[in-house]
């Protein structure tokens, strides 16, 4: 953390992020509704608060990909339901995030099976802090922990598809999976793509940018033109607006590692607006372009 840094707006948008992200604040969860959207054949997408929900369904059972916060099972129970009579059997989570975790110790109470990268499970069953909004994250009961735990990747041959769950290395966090319904022609990014806007990076768990340019290169070529992409933020999306994401990533990377090895500070740089060409397209999450900024600065000055 550089202690130089004060400016009045960023601060702002720092608190903005720490309100809208705490596990612990007032959000009223009554209020919110999930959404189901029909993705392809028998692969569904639920939109509610936190990480988007990816669901296969079929005579196999419920394939289910991240489960928000804990308020909200029983409205996503609720909308699995109006889809599928079948249990939740599968529960992979993309990450260890809270607001793609919070349903895990409901749902492995109810016998859903858990999986995820080792790192995840690691980060679960300790106590987390995510500097950047000032969340200490508790650990999880056994319940919510994984029981299944993989280190490259692991396929499902269920609901007559192929999904293929594969972690890449330190890009949001540590312990990331993308899972490839192949049959289906659907990937589900986790929070290695927010779609259309500037993303977070959990430099404390082991993310980094330059994780998250290779993830997204290594994915790229799995896709074609009709490829339905669902990013862990935001809506439905597409292998142009993938491609779109990797080039604002990249163009940012390569202006903040150029302004370090110019000796500049974090002042300096975020002074001059580095993000000002790309703002009116990319400023609509609750990353704005300075915390964008912060973040690529502290990640590509560890090096
Ligand atoms: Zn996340």
């Known amino acids: 953390m550089n202690h130089r840094l004060n400016m009045k707006g960023f601060l702002l948008s720092v608190l903005f992020t720490t309100i809208l992200f705490s596990p612990v604040n007032a959000r009223n969860y009554d209020k919110v509704q999930i959404k189901t959207i029909k993705v392809e054949n028998n692969v569904y997408m639920l939109i509610g608060a936190g990480g988007n929900i990816g669901i296969s369904t079929g005579a ?49 109470k109810m016998g859903s099976i858990i999986i995820a990268h080792e790192n995840v499970r690691k980060r679960l069953s300790t106590e987390q802090f995510i500097s950047f909004f000032k969340a200490k994250v508790p650990p999880k009961a056994k319940s919510g922990l994984p029981v299944i735990s993989f280190t490259r990747d692991v396929t499902f041959h269920i609901n007559e598809d192929e999904i293929h769950v594969f972690h890449v290395a330190n890009a949001h966090t540590d312990g990331d999976a993308i899972i490839h319904f192949r049959k289906n022609n659907v990937i589900h990014m986790g929070d290695i793509f927010f779609s259309g806007m500037y993303p977070f990076v959990d430099l404390d768990a082991g993310g980094s940018v330059n994780g998250i340019i290779d993830a997204i290169k290594k994915v790229l070529p799995k896709m074609d033109e009709s490829t339905k992409v669902i990013p862990g933020h935001s809506p439905l999306s597409t292998k142009s607006q993938l491609k779109a994401y990797l080039g604002m990533l990249t163009t940012l990377r390569d202006r903040i590692r150029k302004e370090i090895k110019a000796g500049k500070s974090l002042e300096t740089i975020v002074a001059t607006r580095p993000t000002k060409d790309l703002d009116p397209e990319w400023n609509k999450g609750i990353i704005k372009g300075d915390a964008f900024v912060k973040i690529l600065y502290q990640d590509l000055s560890r090096r």
């Not at 129970?77 to 079948?86: C, E, L, N, Q």
């Not at 249990?87 to 492995?108: A, C, M, S």
């Open 60 to 108: 196999d059972g419920i394939f289910m990909i991240d489960d928000q916060f804990a308020p909200l099972t029983e409205k996503i129970k609720g909308a699995v339901a109006a889809i599928s009579d079948r249990p939740i059997r599968f529960l992979i989570n993309t990450h260890w995030h809270y607001d793609h975790t919070g349903g895990n110790e409901k749902l492995g």
